[in-house]
């Protein structure tokens, strides 16, 4: 069984372009990026130890 490389963040908004269901999560690299408008985000695990999402 494979997993998918990629999550789409579903009913999430972009910042820049304003457009809905267009994030997506690539947790090995540890960016977001919007399909839209190319703006990409790193993401940063929690301070705690736990999962950051």
Known sequence: MTTPLL???DGLRCEICR???V????PVRG???CH???QTAITL????GGDAL
Not at 23 to 26: E, N, Y
Not at 45 to 48: G, L, M, S, T, V
């Open 36 to 38: 839209e408008c190319g």
């Open 19 to 21: 457009c809905r269901d």
């Open 7 to 9: 999550h789409l963040l």
């Open 45 to 48: 695990p929690a301070e705690d």
């Open 31 to 33: 960016l977001v990026e």
């Open 23 to 26: 994030l997506w999560l690539d």
